[in-house]
């Protein structure tokens, strides 16, 4: 596609459950990230997925957290068990290749209610 | 403390004001200063970069990088209702497999 597609765009979830958010990247690139968005704490890094390379899973705040990325392109981000303190926008971006300045193109987001 | 300080606003101008957003940084390995711009409801774009220190320009936009005082700024000229929106700025060491360090965001609104 043209950009970075994330789904669902919102997701209300019960804590305790499971969730499952999608990111579809930019067809072509490489690297994918996903990052969390919280009212005032900026962005911050989960992990990272670079070509066939084992991803950098340092971002990770908990082992409730995990993602895959299959086939080089689609990545899911599962968060278990879910808290309120889960409660975050969570933006997916992807970039052609591995830059230290990024050049990232971001999707939209999920925005996640933990209830 | 965090990393990257970054004052979170809000920050309301009249229209063509010369804006001024700013950042201050720990992390003396940081080499990469990246501006990025979120619209409400979206994921944020990438405005500028630059590398080390110095100034660079696009446009209307500005981006200068202090990295003595570990400070970095960006300056929007002859501001329009349509810059609004909130700015993060980021920062990345030259090894960090693009791992980005971000600022809060400061929001701004430019008034017709």
């Known amino acids: 596609g043209a950009g970075v597609s994330q789904s669902p765009s919102n997701k209300v979830t019960e804590k305790g459950k499971d969730v499952e958010l999608r990111c579809d990247p930019i067809s072509g690139h490489t690297a994918l990230y996903w990052y969390r968005q919280s009212l005032g704490q900026g962005l911050e890094f989960l992990i990272y997925?670079?070509?066939?390379?084992?991803?950098?899973k340092s971002g990770l705040p908990s082992d409730r957290f995990s993602a895959e990325r299959t086939g080089g392109s689609v990545s899911t981000l599962t968060i278990q068990r879910t808290q309120q303190e889960d409660s975050a926008v969570y933006l997916c971006?992807?970039?052609?290749?591995?830059?230290?300045?990024?050049?990232?193109?971001f999707g939209s987001g999920t925005r996640l209610t933990v209830v | 403390q965090k990393e990257v300080e970054q004052d979170p606003g809000p920050l309301s101008v009249p229209e063509g004001a010369i804006v001024s957003l700013n950042c201050t940084y720990s992390n003396s390995a940081f080499q990469y200063f990246m501006w990025y711009r979120q619209y409400s409801r979206k994921g944020p774009e990438l405005l500028m970069y630059t590398y080390s220190s110095g100034n660079k320009e696009d446009g209307r936009f500005t981006a200068q990088v202090d990295k003595s005082s570990k400070y970095i700024s960006l300056f929007i000229r002859d501001s329009q209702p349509s810059d609004s929106a909130t700015y993060l700025c980021a920062m990345s060491e030259e090894d960090s497999g693009s791992r980005l360090t971000f600022g809060e965001g400061t929001q701004l609104t430019v008034n017709p």
């Open positions: 997925f670079q070509g066939n390379s084992a991803p950098d």
């Open positions: 971006a992807s970039s052609l290749a591995r830059t230290a300045w990024g050049g990232y193109t």
